[in-house]
C-alpha cells in the first residue's frame, strides 16, 4: 500500500525558511520510475507544482521560485525533504508532496499525500 | 514553461448534464495530459492519463480526448459525487505545470 505524509510547521513567519518532509511507504525512493514532486496550494486557489526529486537524484524546480527552493532525499529513511526560503505570507498554502510515476511514458502523479496546510504570519 | 489554460473556470450543472471541460497548451504536448479530480478539503486524484486512458477504478462516465495543444474532458452524465474542481496537467516535460481549474457546480 502506497502513502506519502507531510509533515512540518503550521505556522512560520515572513522571511524564515520553511522546511517540511515527506514520508512515503510502499515504494522505495530508489525504484526506477519513481519520483516525488512538491505542489502547492494557497486558500481557494489552483495547484502549483514547486519541485521534483527523481530516482536517481535528479531535481527539478518551479521557474519562478527556483531562487528560494532546495529539495532533497534520504532514501533509508523514506523521505523527501523541501526546503522554501524567506516565506511570505503569499506562501500561505496547502503543501503536498505526490509520487511521480514515470511509464513508457505516460508520466503522472498516482498517489498523494493529505497535504499539510502551512500558514505564514507574524 | 508550458501554459496550461482551462475553460470555463467554473460551470454550473444538473444531475444527469453532460458536461465538457477544455484544455489548452502553450504548445504541442503531444498526449502527454493528465485529468485530476479535486473535492474540497482533499488531495487531487487522478482520473486520466495520456489524454485519454482512463486511470482504474475510474467511472466510464469520464473520457478524456485530444492531442497537440486542445484537450477536452466530458462527464457523460453528471451524479452527485462528481461535483468537484477539475484540473488538467502537462507531463511533457519540467517544469510541470497545472490549469487553473474548473469548478464543477450544482445548478
Known amino acids: 500500500q502506497v502513502t506519502l505524509k507531510e509533515s512540518g510547521p503550521v505556522l512560520v513567519k515572513p522571511t524564515e525558511t520553511l522546511t517540511l518532509t515527506c514520508t512515503v511507504s510502499?515504494?522505495?525512493?530508489?525504484?526506477?520510475?519513481?519520483?516525488v514532486s512538491w505542489i502547492r496550494q494557497p486558500p481557494g486557489k489552483a495547484l502549483e507544482w514547486l519541485a521534483h526529486?527523481?530516482?536517481?537524484?535528479?531535481?527539478s524546480y518551479s521557474t519562478s521560485l527556483k531562487n528560494r527552493l532546495t529539495i532533497s532525499k534520504a532514501t533509508s529513511k523514506s523521505q523527501v525533504v523541501l526546503a522554501m526560503t524567506n516565506m511570505d505570507p503569499v506562501d500561505t498554502a496547502t503543501y503536498y508532496c505526490?509520487?511521480?510515476?514515470?511509464?513508457?511514458?505516460?508520466?503522472?502523479?498516482?498517489?498523494w499525500g493529505q497535504g499539510t496546510l502551512v500558514t505564514v504570519s507574524s | 514553461d508550458i501554459q496550461m489554460t482551462q475553460s470555463p473556470s467554473s460551470v454550473s450543472a444538473s444531475l444527469g448534464d453532460r458536461v465538457t471541460i477544455t484544455c489548452r497548451a502553450s504548445?504541442?504536448?503531444?498526449?502527454?495530459l493528465a485529468w485530476y479530480q479535486q473535492k474540497p478539503g482533499k488531495a487531487p486524484k487522478l482520473l486520466i492519463s495520456?489524454?485519454?486512458s482512463l486511470q482504474s477504478g475510474v467511472p466510464s462516465r469520464f473520457s478524456g480526448s485530444g492531442s497537440g495543444t486542445d484537450f477536452t474532458l466530458t462527464i457523460s452524465t453528471l451524479q452527485p459525487e462528481d461535483f468537484a474542481t477539475y484540473y488538467c496537467?502537462?507531463?511533457?516535460?519540467?517544469?510541470?505545470?497545472f490549469g487553473g481549474g474548473s469548478k464543477v457546480e450544482i445548478k
Open positions: 505526490a509520487r511521480w510515476f514515470s511509464g513508457s511514458p505516460p508520466d503522472y502523479f498516482d498517489y
Open positions: 510502499g515504494f522505495s525512493l530508489s525504484s526506477a520510475r519513481m519520483g
Open positions: 526529486i527523481s530516482s536517481n537524484d535528479e531535481k
Open positions: 504548445q504541442d504536448i503531444n498526449i502527454w
Open positions: 495520456a489524454a485519454s
Open positions: 496537467q502537462q507531463a511533457n516535460s519540467f517544469p510541470i505545470t
